[in-house]
């Protein structure tokens, strides 16, 4: 089949408006309805209004669809991620400094520069690359200080992993060859090292889609954590469960706070959302009709 060119023009606020209507979705406060597609963008809200079209071709709209429903969802869809980004932070800080701690005293301070430490020479080079990089643009005060007092091309790690963004890290790991040292590392958080790096991997993708304010609540995800075979700690029954969705993105981080933050407030926090929007549904999601059940949710 033949390409053809895009030829569609760049319409007005108004015409915006009016082209919805045409198509069947209810504006019942235009002047609202033209200071959110002013404010957020048409082609930013139409990821919430697709689930709503019957024509999909055609973009004509189910009956009853209303503008403020299309909104109520990006409004859910924007808490979800920030609930989600404050616990990342916490995951993220914690799976830094076990790796930092169990690797430098296994094999120094310097252990990321060891390529006999990693599977693949090149991919390392290319990981110390970025890692010079960040290293050369990072204006905190105790990398320049370390550069004013040592000559060291590089400072130690718990210095320079602490300037390294978390993708970075999830290379690293990756990369390292396996044994009694990564075991540990994946073994704290109670994982074997295969999931544990698919599982850091499916984090720096997350991350990324909330840092990038993109629509998660029905995403379908690019990059798939694994399915643990045995885990050392609570986990869902995940044999009818989508791991590309994110019912399961939010288990696996629940799954990780039990060694990081076993008081969290995670799934009160997101039950709450969910009151605060009760016509979200929970199946685009990927949640199973039982997932209230489950010890892990509780």
């Excluded at 958080?189 to 295969?194: A, P």
Aim: charged residues 20%; glycine residues 4%; positive net charge.
């Amino acid at each position: 089949m033949s390409l053809s060119s895009y030829n569609k023009p760049a319409l007005t606020y108004s015409q915006q408006i009016s082209q919805l209507q045409d198509r069947g979705l209810i504006i019942t406060n235009i002047p609202r309805a033209h200071h959110l597609l002013e404010s957020i963008s048409y082609y930013r809200l139409s990821g919430y209004w697709y689930p709503m079209l019957i024509d999909k071709s055609n973009h004509f709209f189910k009956e009853g669809s209303t503008f403020q429903n299309a909104f109520d969802i990006y409004c859910f869809d924007r808490k979800l991620r920030i609930l989600i980004l404050r616990e990342l932070e916490k995951i993220e800080v914690s799976l830094r400094a076990k790796m930092i701690y169990i690797l430098s005293h296994e094999y120094g301070a310097f252990w990321y520069q060891d390529s006999n430490l990693f599977k693949n020479h090149i991919r390392h080079s290319k990981t110390l690359g970025s890692l010079q990089n960040e290293y050369q643009r990072s204006d905190e005060e105790f990398i320049e200080a370390f550069q004013m007092k040592y000559s060291n091309a590089l400072p130690p790690s718990w210095m320079m992993l602490e300037i390294t963004s978390f993708g970075t890290m999830s290379f690293l790991y990756s990369n390292l060859k396996g044994g009694r040292t990564k075991r540990m590392i994946s073994n704290h958080f109670g994982l074997n090292d295969k999931t544990f790096a698919s599982w850091m991997h499916s984090i720096v993708y997350l991350r990324n889609v909330c840092a990038h304010h993109s629509r998660l609540w029905n995403r379908t995800m690019s990059i798939q954590p694994i399915k643990p075979q045995n885990t050392s700690k609570c986990w869902i029954d995940d044999s009818q469960v989508s791991n590309k969705k994110v019912f399961f993105i939010l288990s696996m981080m629940l799954f990780l706070m039990q060694t990081i933050n076993p008081q969290n407030s995670l799934v009160f926090r997101f039950k709450e959302l969910l009151a605060e929007y009760p016509n979200i549904d929970t199946a685009a999601m990927g949640f199973p009709s039982n997932w209230e059940s489950e010890d892990l949710w509780r």
